[in-house]
Structures are given as C-alpha cells and as structure tokens.
C-alpha cells in the first residue's frame, strides 16, 4: 500500500535548480506526486513504498543544490491521491510571499566548458547560465521567480532554448535567464566621443584597449565597473584623476587563482573564501606593489572573474590583472542603468561595453577578509544580499533603516531578517536615491502592507535616514540607539536573545542617549532584555563637530586640550598646520565643540601625533594608517590605558605617545604600543565588568574593530579561555551591520526610552 507525504522547504529554493533536483530524486526513489515554487519556498507532495519517502527525506537534507540553502523542512503525512508519474507544475500565488530570493551566482564550470567549445550553442555567449549559476537578485522583478518576472522577460526562447528550459532532466530546466546568441541579448562597445556600436568583436576589442592602456566602463551583474590594466601606472593614475579617487585603495580583478597567489598571501581559508559561492572582493596581505592601486597599505582587494563575461575578455587577452571598481564618482552609488552611466562616465570611461540585458537593481561587489576570529564580510552586497541573516520570533513586519553611514536596510518578513545590500552614504543624492529605491524594492517585493509596517530608524534627530523615517507611510515608527545596534547585530547573527553579553561598541561616531556623540561604549544585557550603558572612553571635545572626522589634528585639538603638559604641537616633530590652532581656539572658547567618547576619532588624534597631518580623501584613512604603521614595528610594550571607575582614560595613553615622539623613538614602534594600549586597557575593563556582572561573553563590534591588529592583540590577551569573544561574520561590523541590529532590538521591543521627534510625530526641524 502506497504512502504519501507533503513536504514544505523554505530557505533558498527558487532560482537555484531545487525543483529538477526534487524531480531527478523523486524519479531515483521510484516516488510519484508533484513540487511547484510558492510563496514560501518549494512544495512537494510524494507518494509511494515508505522506504521511497524516507530516502528521499534524507537525500533532501544531505544533498541540496550547490546554490541552495536550506533554512526549514517540514514534513507532514498526506492522503494518497493515485497519481501515476512525478511532475513539475507551475508557480502558485496564494499568500504573501516569504521566499527568499537567491543572490546572484559565479559562472559555473560546466557552463564555462561550453563557452569556450566551439561546437556548443552557447559557444562565446557572455550571457551563459543555468540553474546552478547566473544573474538571480539583479534580474528578479518580482516573486515568484519565473522568466515573466525577471528582465529577460522581453526575449523569447527559440527552440532549442525552449527545448532546454522545458525538460525536467536538463541543467536549465526553468533556468529562467537562459538564453543563447540567436534568442537573447548581447554586448556592443560604444567609444566615449562617437556613437557607433560594435556587436561581434566587441570583447575581443575590448580587450584590446585595456591592454592599451584605456579606461573601459563595463556593465556586469549589478552595475558597471570601472576597469584599467592594473600594470599600467598611467591608467591607474588616470583613472584615480577622474574618478576623483585620491588615495582609496582600488580593487582587482585576477585571470584566476594562480595570478592571485602572485599578487597576495592567501590561507587556505583565503583561497575558499575567494572561490566561494559569493565570490567576493578578499583582502589580503600584499606580496608585491601595484603603483597606485594601494597606496600606504600592505594589502590588496583581489575577486575572481564570476561572470562569462569576466572570464571571455581575459581569454581575448585582457591584462591578467585588471583593477575592476565600482563606476562611479567618488562616494556616489555604482551606475547601473545604461543611461545613467552613459552620462555619469562620459569623462571617466575611454569606451563603453554595455550588455543589453537590464539590471533589476543595483548590487555592487561583496568585501570580505579572513580575521583573527575568521571569515567576516565589510561590505555585504553580490553574493550575499538579500539572504536572510536570522529569523525572529515575530509575524509583524519590520523595516530598520539602519545608518547614515554604509547604510544598509533590513526587512522583516514572517519572521526572516533580509538585509539589503550596501547602499552607501545618504549625503549624496544618487544614495539617497538607491536608499529610496532598495525600500521600495524591498517592500513590494514581499508585498508587505505600509499600514502593517513598524519602521525603526537611528536615534539620530539630524540623520537622513530618521528624516526619511517620518516621510514613510506607516502608522508606527521607532528609534534604536546606533551602538546598541551594533551590539544587537552579532548576537542576531546566532540568533542568541537571552545571553547576556559584555557588548563592546567602538566607532567614528553616533548618537548617545544623553545627546552627545558617543563612539567608545560597553554595554551589558542581551536583545532580549536591552542593554545598559556600564562604561565608556572618557569624554574629551570634537572642534567643529563632523567637520573633525576629516581632519586628524581637528579632531586632536580636543584631546590634547585635557592633558597636563603639551608641547607647542605647531613645531617639530608634530608640525601640526594652521587648522589645528583654530580647532584649539573652538575648544577654549567652548564654540562649536561637542562632546565625544569615540575611540575612532582618539585613534585620528594618535594618528595625527605620529604624522597623518593632511585631511583624509576615505573614511578611516588615518586609523588604517596608523594600523599599517604599527604591523611593520618589532614587539613593544603597550602604553597604559587605564580603566577607572567606569571610564578608559585616553590621557596617559597619548601623553605616552607625545613623550615617545619627542623622544625620537621610531613611529612604528610608538604606533605599536598605542595599538597594544588600547588592546590591554579595554581586556582589563572586560575582565572587570565580566567578573562584577557574572559574564562569560563578549561582543566586539563597530567599525573599529576592522582594525585585525587590535582583534589580534585581544585574541592573546583572552587566550586563557576565561572569556569567548563573538564578533560580526554575516554583516559587517560597520555601520553597514546597524540595520540588523536594529531589527533585532526592535523585534524584542527594545527601543529607545525616550521618543524621538518622529516617533512623536512632531514636524521635525531637519526635514
């Protein structure tokens, strides 16, 4: 006698080949019934010999699809209906859908071979895929996802594509992008200055001008990129002119991963990481130099080609290390409409290769690293967005806006926690657009109703994203204090609500619960109950108030006021410029002067102390060079940083730094053993704070702690076991993490305590 089971999986199902992978093992356990994509992941319904079911179950669980991610299996008993064969059937809408939507994928090798046989169909075409690689969260347009809701919905499949897409035993079987030269799109290069298109060659031209020395924009998965001959100091040297990218460090591109081990030193972790399904940018210790693409930094930013594209213009004879950045002007969000880029571009790019398949939304490039306490994302975008990070345990929708800064956006669906990509910074127009867009993508994408939807924003009265907040149609709107935030997003991470923790939050600046700017706070408490302010870096000034982030002797002025004996700081060896006597006078007269705990700007005050005068041209330029600065000294004994009645005492630890300086001692060293200082004083607060408050965890997080030198110095320090360390690994631990943490507080009630003009609904000053 025949059973039959119904089964629901939910995770990371649509997109991925998860239906004809049911199909192939349902035919291999001679089971009958049916699987359709739904609202919530892939129904299945079996039936046939028990031992049928129970192996299929089991294969299930053990062996899912590469792309696949599995985040819930329910099997339920059914009722027998006789049918006689297994079939796929169409897409069903009844519910809101909760489905998560799969990020894009890395070209697969079986796709690679045939691009490159040139028997194949597929012989050449930069749009290969199947269900197991390809464009999915650049593409999608709305849920489920099926062809008609994706931007290949215009190009019709001719025969041997429809054959393809139609047969259960075949790779792209409902491989919705799927396409070939005589059905689907294609790339054509258009130079800057003339308007003539080029379609066949295209690439192979292409890769002629890079290896000239040209400056190509060329249209990937989620945007355009910027690209030049890394080996070619003039073009890296033009490109960083117009781009109007001084300094920051530019990300590569390598032919594979051969080339890659010439250029950095990659573990083993490394390696799995740069060839990981997500493809990310890795850094990465530097074994050579590429004039201009770093400066003063010993690490570079190396990805693998992860699209046919990528891997057909080195093949045309591209240079083998091409330097691939977002397109863009400085700071502004990657251009990913044809359009737009054309226009943005036109004095950046010597030529265009633009691919004729539009781009849903706009997705940069994921950035991660192998740390002291292992792989962790720094941007979190290709690759990884919208994944779900965690599920809570609510049904209410959710919307966390999350920062200013790096900002990212988190939407809570029946429970599950989609984090956006990486936006950007909402003080330019072309971000604050993409934040508009990715909301509204968000939104509608999961059909959540505005007049259902909690909005949660930074306590911040100033910041953009909290003016934005009151503009939202939604009944109910909260704030979360920004460090709390970062706090919250670890222990979200491993959806852990009850553990108390000693949370550590170090960054540049947000706003505290008294109005002043914090930026060096440890918390105690969990998501669940809240976490309470037990102490901080002593409050020193900030001349000027954002104005000091971009200059390290501004932001000095109020640090080196609270010291007992300072040398003339104007003269050698400091030689501070004419910015910081003014910075000086702002804090004697008490104008313009806030008051700060932020251990980000006491790292641009020591900075400036060892040299770092100039203005920064990125954020957290002086801190990573300070962090450079000191991995190149020998072992040094670290200054002290005392911890007395709930505040870290930055004075000693600087009056060390300036006694060093005039001294003569080396930079590198006295960089060292500030470094060291600031790892010893705060372990000594964790260990007091832990024994008083009966803890036996903590969580690191804020943009401070990118810093691996400071990681590296605590992991010795805590080597005895006495307390684990948790830190971000699946967000960022920058602002770019905040939007989690702000669900995850929000999802508990865990909001601010005293309401903020918009939860108020007052007419807010900054609008």
């Not at 066949?200 to 998965?221: N, P, Q, W």
């Not at 960083?240 to 051969?258: C, G, W």
Request: net charge negative.
């Amino acid at each position: 006698m025949a059973s039959a089971c119904s089964i629901r999986v939910r995770g990371v199902v649509q997109g991925v080949g998860f239906r004809p992978f049911v199909y192939r093992l349902a035919r291999a356990n001679t089971l009958n019934g049916w699987v359709l994509n739904a609202e919530e992941g892939v129904e299945i319904h079996l039936e046939g010999a028990e031992t049928g079911l129970e192996a299929f179950v089991r294969d299930l669980k053990a062996q899912p699809p590469l792309a696949a991610s599995i985040a819930e299996i329910d099997v339920q008993p059914a009722e027998p209906v006789g049918l006689r064969e297994f079939t796929i059937r169409s897409s069903q809408r009844r519910e809101q859908p909760t489905v998560r939507i799969s990020p894009d994928l890395p070209v697969c090798e079986d796709c690679l071979t045939e691009l490159f046989d040139p028997a194949d169909q597929r012989y050449l075409y930069p749009y290969i895929n199947c269900t197991n690689c390809g464009p999915r969260y650049t593409v999608v347009l709305g849920l489920p996802y099926d062809r008609r809701n994706t931007t290949m919905k215009d190009w019709l499949l001719d025969q041997h594509c429809a054959a393809e897409y139609s047969d259960p035993a075949n790779r792209r079987f409902h491989a919705q992008p799927v396409a070939c030269a005589a059905c689907g799109p294609s790339y054509y290069l258009q130079p800057r200055d003339r308007t003539a298109r080029e379609g066949e060659g295209s690439i192979l031209h292409a890769a002629m001008l890079l290896t000239a020395g040209k400056i190509l924009a060329v249209k990937g998965l989620g945007g355009y990129h910027l690209v030049c001959d890394a080996r070619n100091p003039t073009a890296v040297t033009a490109l960083r002119e117009r781009k109007y990218r001084k300094e920051k460090p530019f990300a590569l591109m390598v032919k594979n991963l051969e080339i890659a081990r010439t250029l950095v030193e990659l573990s083993s972790e490394a390696e799995s990481l740069l060839t990981s399904i997500a493809r990310p940018i890795v850094l990465a210790p530097a074994k050579t130099e590429l004039s201009g693409v770093a400066p003063e930094n010993n690490e570079l930013g190396v990805m693998l080609p992860y699209t046919p594209l990528h891997h057909l213009l080195f093949a045309a004879g591209a240079p083998e290390v091409l330097v691939m950045t977002s397109a863009n002007r400085s700071s502004e969000p990657i251009a990913y409409e044809d359009k737009d880029a054309l226009e943005r571009l036109s004095g950046i790019a010597d030529s265009f290769l633009i691919g004729q398949r539009p781009i849903a939304r706009r997705v940069d490039d994921s950035v991660a690293r192998v740390g002291t306490f292992g792989a962790g994302v720094l941007r979190r975008a290709r690759g990884y967005a919208p994944g779900a990070v965690t599920t809570f345990p609510i049904h209410r929708p959710l919307l966390a806006l999350g920062a200013d800064l790096k900002n990212t956006v988190t939407l809570v669906a029946d429970g599950q926690a989609f984090v956006s990509q990486h936006i950007g910074d909402l003080d330019h127009y072309q971000s604050l657009r993409a934040f508009e867009e990715t909301i509204h993508d968000l939104v509608s994408m999961y059909e959540v109703r505005w007049d259902e939807l909690l909005i949660v924003h930074d306590s911040h009265p100033q910041y953009v994203s909290t003016a934005h907040a009151a503009a939202l149609a939604s009944p109910e709107k909260r704030s979360v204090q920004h460090h709390r935030a970062h706090i919250a997003s670890v222990l979200a991470e491993r959806s852990d609500w009850t553990r108390r923790v000693a949370g550590v939050s170090f960054d540049g600046t947000g706003y505290g619960d008294d109005g002043t700017i914090w930026g060096g706070e440890i918390f105690v408490g969990s998501v669940k109950e809240g976490f309470v302010r037990v102490a901080h870096l002593r409050p020193a000034f900030l001349a000027g108030g954002d104005a000091a982030v971009e200059c390290p002797v501004q932001a000095a002025a109020g640090f080196l006021a609270q010291l007992e004996r300072a040398p003339d700081f104007t003269a050698a060896p400091f030689s501070f410029p004419a910015r910081y006597r003014n910075a000086v006078q702002l804090v004697r007269k008490d104008v313009r002067t806030f008051a700060t705990t932020s251990v980000g700007r006491l790292f641009d005050a020591a900075a400036a102390l060892l040299g770092f005068t100039r203005e920064i041209t990125f954020e957290g330029q002086a801190a990573v060079w300070l962090e450079q600065l000191a991995r190149s000294a020998p072992r040094s004994t670290p200054y002290l940083f005392p911890f007395v009645q709930g505040e870290l005492d930055f004075r000693p630890l600087l009056q060390a730094v300036i006694e060093d300086r005039l001294r003569g001692r080396d930079s590198r060293e006295i960089a060292r053993s500030f470094q060291k200082g600031i790892a010893h004083g705060l372990y000594r607060a964790l260990v007091a704070i832990s024994q008083g408050h009966g803890l036996d965890t903590v969580v690191l997080s804020g943009g401070v702690f990118q810093n691996e030198l400071l990681l590296a110095d605590l992991k010795s320090l805590l080597e005895d076991g006495s307390l684990q360390v948790w830190t971000n690994h699946s967000v960022p631990p920058n602002d770019g993490g905040i939007s989690l943490g702000q669900a995850a507080l929000a999802a508990f009630g865990r909001f601010d305590s005293v309401k903020s003009p918009v939860e108020q609904d007052a007419e807010p000053d900054y609008a």
